[in-house]
């Protein structure tokens, strides 16, 4: 038998991913204490809690929680979508979809991953969610979203990861350096040179990690969260830098050029990946948009990285 209804999942839904009451109620046009009604009947009716209240700071699920979110999400969305395969002449996936991802790599690949999903399945909603590792970690924990594209870079054992691509560490150069000029470039090399550091939560440990490897120390001069603006400093002579993700173009915003170049050691890469929590059952449009990421990545990593290689190369020639 039945003990809730819909609308009490979708008030225990709005909570959860706002993590705060009265911003559930405000997004649903509704009172708080309907939010807090539903909520608690749910929690009668389950025989679990499924929040933690925290004085002043909204609330956070508990794993009986986050597990429920996943069901909520699914069955509300199986609702949406009842009826809809009779007057449309088959069924057509419906609903929301809250998707994180990591702020420097994202505009290389979701743009394209995102026009693919939408081709597929038009009608799912993607709200979509910024942030470094660290927040959207926070965000996979508490519901606030249901998958996430980012690095496998210290990511816990309570998160499930679909690995989707990888990508080396390269020296970041001023285009008129003289070390521009080589195919490979030591880490030694770049140790000596001033380092321009992209500073966001586990990405700094990581670049440090790499000189640190072969018991080196990089001489950060300048730290930042923006990618673009360690490539600007780079391509106006502040320094060097190590990063991942090379965009299309080897030049800054301000058109100044720059110089990508491999590394001469072997440094193991960082994985592209789409994570969601271990313990909750990932919704139909989740599942539905992993399914495309891996047939979007697919057909993209083999066409990208000759990409690449041409571009290094091209430019070590010059």
Do not use: W
Not at 61 to 78: K, M, N, S
Not at 204 to 230: C, D, I, K, N
């Amino acid at each position: 038998m039945i003990r809730y209804t819909l609308k009490q999942l979708a008030y225990f839904v709005a909570a959860a991913e706002r993590t705060n009451v009265t911003e559930a109620a405000r997004a649903l046009n509704v009172s708080q204490p309907s939010i807090s009604t539903a909520i608690g009947h749910l929690e009668r009716a389950l025989g679990a809690q499924l929040f933690l209240r925290h004085h002043a700071r909204g609330l956070s699920l508990t794993p009986d929680g986050r597990h429920f979110l996943a069901e909520a999400r699914e069955l509300l969305a199986q609702a949406e979508e009842l009826g809809s395969a009779l007057r449309s002449g088959g069924a057509r996936l419906k609903g929301e979809l809250n998707l994180g991802y990591f702020v420097t790599f994202a505009p290389y690949y979701l743009p394209g991953l995102l026009r693919r999903f939408r081709a597929l399945h038009p009608d799912v909603i993607l709200q979509l969610h910024e942030g470094d590792i660290e927040a959207l970690q926070r965000g996979l924990a508490t519901g606030g979203i249901e998958l996430a594209l980012v690095y496998d870079l210290a990511l816990g054992s309570d998160l499930v990861c679909e690995h989707l691509a990888a990508h080396r560490p390269y020296a970041l150069l001023p285009a008129a350096h003289p070390l521009a000029k080589r195919a490979r470039v030591s880490l030694r090399t770049l140790a000596k040179e001033p380092f321009v550091l992209l500073d966001l939560p586990y990405s700094r440990e990581y670049f440090r990690a790499v000189f640190l490897a072969y018991g080196l120390e990089p001489q950060v001069h300048y730290t930042t969260p923006s990618l673009e603006m360690v490539r600007g400093l780079v391509a106006n002579g502040h320094g060097v830098a190590l990063l991942n993700i090379q965009p299309e173009g080897d030049r800054a915003y301000d058109g100044m050029p720059l110089a990508c170049r491999p590394l001469a050691e072997d440094c193991p890469a960082l994985r592209v990946a789409l994570a969601r929590p271990a313990q909750a059952r990932p919704s139909r449009a989740a599942q539905a948009l992993l399914a495309c990421a891996r047939d979007h990545f697919s057909e993209t990593r083999g066409v990208r990285a000759s990409a690449s290689e041409k571009r290094r190369a091209g430019g070590a020639r010059r």
